[in-house]
């Protein structure tokens, strides 16, 4: 099983361009979730999925940033202008279908962003 | 929102038992879960309980629940300098898991 993956594992941009972030769950998997990880807030929920279709994104800060997942195996998280303060590691998981055992969600490895 | 609280920082010398503590908010969470996040690393799995359980016991794992109090445990035995990690807490919101802060376990030889 390949887990969840994601790319690219770092990346360094300047302020004012464009960060497009993928990942590609776990095959077979229903839910797809983005977290953003940050020392002083945690792990934050930005916003997940079922079967593709987008269903709370109440935790996406602004405009700036949207995400999509045009069929099952793949997914965007896009920010647009990036900022410094978007400086985070952002985690993709991903979760069976509601009732399986557990329903435990599984990450990524995480896109380590920094924004100068 | 719900806020799960965690200890930030525990320090345990190898061999000893860790024991990290969460208290969770949420009444409703059917299950309650415990990750592993090495350095540089995604977070890991460890275990879950549900939330009809008190106990659950895995190898060197034990994660003790206390639904009255809304208090979850998670006791290392054992403990190995490869456990040194952040630990975190999790419960079930909706589809989605909403997570503590975290709890750094530094294991010293």
């Known amino acids: 099983d390949a887990g969840v993956i994601q790319s690219p594992r770092h990346e360094v941009t300047e302020m004012g361009q464009e960060v497009t972030l993928r990942c590609k769950p776990i095959?077979?998997?229903?839910?797809l979730f983005w977290y953003r990880q940050t020392m002083m807030r945690g792990l934050e929920l930005l916003i997940y999925f079922n079967n593709n279709v987008p269903i709370d994104d109440s935790g996406m800060p602004e405009d700036r940033f949207s995400a999509k997942m045009p069929n099952a195996s793949f997914s965007t998280l896009k920010i647009q202008p990036s900022e410094p303060r978007d400086s985070a590691v952002y985690f993709c998981a991903s979760r069976p279908r509601q009732g399986a055992p557990g329903n435990t969600i599984y990450f990524g490895e995480g896109s380590w962003l920094t924004v100068v | 929102g719900e806020d799960v609280e965690q200890s930030l920082f525990l320090s345990v010398r190898e061999g000893d038992s860790s024991v990290i503590n969460c208290t969770y908010t949420d009444s409703s969470s059917t299950y309650l879960y415990w990750y592993k996040q090495e350095p540089g690393a995604g977070l890991q799995l460890l275990t879950y309980?549900?939330?009809?359980?008190d106990m659950k016991q895995d190898q060197r794992l034990t994660v003790l629940l206390n639904k009255k109090d809304k208090h979850l445990s998670l006791r290392i035995a054992d403990t190995q300098t490869g456990d040194s990690a952040i630990y975190f807490c999790a419960e079930r919101s909706g589809y989605a898991l909403n997570f503590g802060k975290g709890t750094s376990l530094l294991v010293t030889p």
């Open positions: 309980i549900f939330s009809n359980m």
């Open positions: 095959s077979g998997h229903d839910y």
